[in-house]
């Protein structure tokens, strides 16, 4: 059992920056492919970034160049910095585990998940 939460969201203006932060508790969080997801309102939610040890990491093509994610094992967290933010960015930010094999994209596949937090970006 992995317990993930998140935090670090918040109101910030059109091109600014966020760090968001997601801790893990009561698992092999070492192990997790460690993903970023967003939902917004009146959309489906939809994959972010992902970060798999020895493997590299992944990006929606909306966020790639934009967006970074990371993770601290030792500190059992993992970030998504965000740049230059943009009002379409508004969204809820959740961060999942997947110990199991399947596509970084599904969020199916993932196993545990956060509860999420609040990005908003004004124009």
């Known amino acids: 059992q992995v317990q993930l939460v998140e935090s670090g969201g918040g109101l910030v203006q059109a091109g600014g920056s966020l760090r968001l932060s997601c801790a893990a508790s009561?698992?092999?969080?070492?192990?997790?492919?460690t993903g970023w997801f967003r939902r917004a309102p009146g959309k489906e939610r939809e994959f972010v970034a992902a970060?798999?040890?020895?493997?590299?990491?992944y990006y929606a093509d909306s966020v790639k160049g934009r967006f970074a994610i990371s993770r601290d094992n030792a500190k059992n967290t993992a970030y998504l910095q965000m740049n230059s933010l943009k009002p379409e960015d508004t969204a809820v930010y959740s961060c999942?585990?997947?110990?199991?094999?399947?596509?970084?994209?599904?969020?199916?596949?993932?196993?545990?998940w956060g509860q999420g937090t609040q990005v908003t970006v004004s124009s």
């Open positions: 999942a585990c997947r110990l199991n094999s399947g596509s970084y994209y599904d969020q199916s596949s993932y196993d545990y």
């Open positions: 970060f798999r040890r020895g493997r590299g990491t």
């Open positions: 009561g698992g092999s969080f070492s192990r997790c492919v």
